[in-house]
Structure formats: C-alpha cells, structure tokens
C-alpha cells in the first residue's frame, strides 16, 4: 500500500484504542525496541467493536482496500 499506516490502523490500532492497558513495546537488553504486545481479554467484544466501529472508520480512510470476510 502506498500509505505506511495501513496496516498499522488496520491490525495494531483497534488494539490500542480497545484495550490499551494490555499494550505494550518490547524492549532488548541494550534498550532497544524489538517488538510489541497487544492483546484483549474479552475476544468476543473486541470483534464486534472491531468489526462495528474500527472498520467503518476504516472505510472512510481506505475507501478501496477489501474489508470483507473473504480476505
């Protein structure tokens, strides 16, 4: 995608905004970021907010990439 952000608003986002205390960036031992953690205890809600309020705003940024159950 031409947008960097893509993928982060799309898979790494809802997860932040949902669920903010279970997220967290991973640091090596010399301090540097190496990954990242993101999780929700209630899977469940989480889709149906997902798939309710993240992905329609989704739609209004990335008017042409499929949002579909077929991806």
């Not at 991973?26 to 798939?51: H, K, M, P």
């Amino acid at each position: 995608y031409s947008d960097p952000n893509v993928l982060g608003y799309r898979y790494t986002s809802p997860y932040i905004h949902f669920s903010r205390e279970l997220a967290f960036v991973l640091e090596n031992s010399r301090g540097e970021i190496c990954g990242y953690v993101l999780a929700t205890l209630q899977s469940d809600v989480f889709y149906q907010w997902y798939v309710n309020k993240w992905l329609p705003k989704m739609r209004l940024l990335y008017p042409t990439i499929p949002i579909g159950k077929s991806e």
